[in-house]
Every structure is written in structure tokens, then in C-alpha cells.
């Protein structure tokens, strides 16, 4: 549908050619409900990588793959109820494998930033890689991004899933502790993409898991992100040092060009979040929010509107932090899906997860699990338009 919507003509001969999995069915309602599965290639070592094709009762399709958990499409409507494609991605396998700004992934064994790669735990010390300047980013070297996860699809009665299981060896990156993984996407009939973490350990370990999908809610080849409206629930944001690590204060984002307590375009204010040569920071919003309440029920955290094309996209979550990136690194070596070339704001992240660098901030909500309990959270992104 995707390449009906931006090539027209040509999407007859998408249907017809390529599968009837695409097209709609007369009626109206949309053929391939349901998860349907493709080969996507191989790894270097050997292992095969699928495609999932989720689509919901509405025709919204999402694709993942098992490497990395990888969302490679996202189809949204728009207001006049064409579906369109919402996120960055490539097209195959070699260009995820050849370097990706985690596009679309699942983040893991811990995300965000850890000062120095270093954390004290049960008294003993852990080295992590360092991968980020002086610091552990986005768990290491081969993180949750990088491994090839087992699928299970599923029919369930919200919408099509996709359960994702990964084993994380005890040891693997530096990180303690043997780490089963669990990861349910479910394309929900209310249009909601739903992610259900889950996971548990033989030994005390940090956990924080998110998902990386970068968002354009105008179509991933229509340009900067800067007029999208967005609202963040959040009155206080994490302060960070020059290598992007929290000092430890909360601070109030009154006043500041971080405020999005009400509905401002990205735009507005990004030129006030200067790049900065010394510390390599190109410029614009990397920021992790404070959420307002205890975040242990689903909360409606933030939402972002795109006037063209009347997308709207609203983020619950479960989790204290969501970290606003817009796209800052992306600076147009990157070529993806129908050979867009990604540049800088070209889409914008919102990471629902705990803070960066918690292990070692004692009063930042924990992010450590013992054995015996569960580790869960809970991200919806929602998709209508108006
Ligand atoms: C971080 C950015 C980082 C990006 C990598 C985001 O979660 O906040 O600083 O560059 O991930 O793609």
C-alpha cells in the first residue's frame, strides 16, 4: 500500500506481482489480516533473519524483523485515511548490518548512557565496551540491536503479535546475570503499536529496555521533522555533562526551549539547543524528561502532531523517563527505504525507559533486577489523524 500511496500508477502492478497480501480485499476490508512471515537474508555467521508483517483489522501494517527486533515499516493513515509509511529504515539486510543508527530496534541490556562504562553492583565492579565517547551506549558493542531474536506470531484478540524472545548469556557485554528476554509487539485494532517487555535474571543485574523507532509522521522522504507538534507531560528534565551524562540535578523545563507541557512545533525553539564543536553535540533536543506521576499504569506521556498529512501519535508508557532525540547525528551518509537520504531532523525519537546512567545515580529510579522478580514495562504508540 505503502508504494501505492507515493507512486500512484504503480501500484497495480505492485499488487499484482508481488501479492495479493497487500492489496484490499473487495469490501473493503484489507486482505492479509493478521502476521504474515518472509525471509529477509542471512547474518554473517550464518543465522536467518524473517520479516513479520503484522497488519490490523484498519489495514495498519508494521514489519520487524528478528534482527535487532528491528520496526523496518510502520503504515499509519493519514486524514484522509491513506495509509503511509511513519518510519526510518532500510530496505535490506546488509545496510542494517553495515552500521545503523538503531533505527527502529530494540535496545538492550541496558539503554541510554553509562558514565564510563563502570557500575558498582553487590560490591562488585563491572567494565562495560565503550562505544560513546568515554562512555557505554545503548548496551555495548552487540547489544539487543544486534542479535537475532526467536519469533513466535501470534492472533490475539487486541490484533496481531509478535513474540520476541532473546537469552542474554551472563557475562555478554560485561552485564551479570543469565537474561531471558521477552518482547511482544501487538498492532492493536484501536491502532496502537504496543510493546510488552519482560524479563528475568539468575542474577542481580541492570535492566532497561526500550525501542529506537525514529518517527516521521509526514512520511520518513518529506523532509525535516521541525514542524511536528509535540506535547511532552513531563515538568522536569535530567541535566547532562558535556559527554551527554546526567549531573544528577532535576530540573524544572519552565522557561526553557525543553518545555513542550503544551503543544509547540520542534522548530520553535531547536536553534536555542546549539551544537557545540568541543563536545561533539551537534545541536538540537537529546533530552531525557522526567514523567510526571509513578508511571506504574499506562499514562499518556506525549503526543505529536504533523499538520500535512493530520498524523497524530500519542506515547503511553509505564516507564519514569522518555528521552526526545531528533535525529541530532543523522547528517545524510545514510541512504534508506526508496533511497531517502537521512539528514539531521529528519525524525525524532521518544524512548520511553529509566534514566540514562541509573546504576550509578541512587536516587534516579532503579533499574536493577534481582532473581525472582519480573522486570516489565509497557510502551504505546497510537496512530489516528485529524
Ligand atoms: C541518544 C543519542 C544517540 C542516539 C543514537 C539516542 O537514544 O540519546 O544521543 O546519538 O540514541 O542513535
Redesign the pocket.
Known amino acids: 500500500m505503502l508504494r501505492g500511496v507515493r507512486l500512484g500508477i504503480l501500484t497495480v502492478s505492485f499488487v499484482v506481482f508481488i501479492g495479493a497480501a497487500d492489496a484490499d480485499a473487495p469490501g473493503g476490508q484489507p486482505m492479509g489480516v493478521g502476521v504474515a512471515k518472509a525471509e529477509f537474508g542471512k547474518t554473517p555467521d550464518g543465522k536467518e533473519v524473517d520479516l513479520y508483517t503484522l497488519t490490523n483489522a484498519h489495514g495498519m501494517k508494521a514489519k520487524i524483523i528478528t534482527y535487532g527486533g528491528i520496526i523496518t515499516e510502520l503504515d499509519a493513515p493519514d486524514r484522509d485515511g491513506k495509509m503511509g509509511d511513519v518510519v526510518l529504515g532500510f530496505d535490506n539486510l546488509k545496510s542494517y548490518l553495515a552500521g545503523s543508527?538503531?533505527f527502529g530496534a530494540l535496545i538492550g541490556r541496558v539503554a541510554?548512557r553509562i558514565a564510563k562504562g563502570r557500575f558498582t553492583l553487590d560490591g562488585k565492579e563491572y567494565k562495560l565496551f565503550i562505544n560513546n565517547g568515554p562512555n557505554a551506549l545503548?548496551g555495548g558493542e552487540k547489544g539487543f540491536d544486534k542479535v537475532v531474536w526467536k519469533a513466535e506470531p501470534a492472533n490475539t484478540q487486541d490484533g496481531p503479535a509478535l513474540k520476541l524472545t532473546y537469552l542474554s548469556p551472563s557475562g555478554e557485554e560485561g552485564y551479570p546475570g543469565n537474561l531471558t528476554v521477552h518482547v511482544t509487539y501487538t498492532l492493536t485494532n484501536d491502532n496502537e503499536l504496543r510493546i510488552d517487555y519482560s524479563a528475568t535474571t539468575d542474577k542481580a543485574t541492570p535492566v532497561n529496555l526500550t525501542n529506537?523507532s525514529y518517527f516521521n509522521l509526514g512520511g520518513p522522504g518529506s523532509g525535516d521533522i521541525l514542524g511536528h507538534e509535540v506535547m511532552i507531560a513531563a515538568d522536569k528534565y535530567t541535566p547532562v555533562d558535556g559527554t551527554?551524562i546526567p549531573t544528577g540535578e532535576i530540573k524544572p523545563v519552565k522557561g526553557t526551549p525543553l518545555d513542550f507541557t503544551k503543544p509547540t512545533t520542534i522548530g520553535a525553539r531547536i536553534d536555542k539547543l546549539k551544537s557545540d564543536k568541543a563536545t561533539a553535540n551537534p545541536g538540537g533536543y537529546?533530552h531525557n524528561y522526567v514523567l510526571r506521576g509513578d508511571n506504574k499504569e499506562r499514562a499518556l506521556v506525549a503526543s505529536v502532531h504533523e499538520p500535512k498529512t493530520g498524523r497524530t501519535m500519542e506515547v503511553y508508557t509505564t516507564e519514569p523517563g522518555l528521552?526526545f532525540?531528533t535525529g541530532n547525528?543523522l547528517d545524510g551518509t545514510l541512504k534508506g527505504k526508496n533511497g531517502v537520504v537521512y539528514k539531521k531532523h529528519q525524525a525524532f525519537?521518544m524512548?520511553a525507559d529509566h534514566f540514562p546512567d541509573s546504576v550509578n545515580h541512587a536516587d534516579f529510579p532503579s533499574t536493577i533486577l534481582a532473581p525472582g522478580k519480573t522486570y516489565t514495562q509497557t510502551t504505546v504508540y497510537k496512530f489516528s489523524a485529524k
Open positions: 543508527p538503531y541510554n545503548h529506537h551527554m537529546d528521552q532525540y547525528f525519537c524512548e
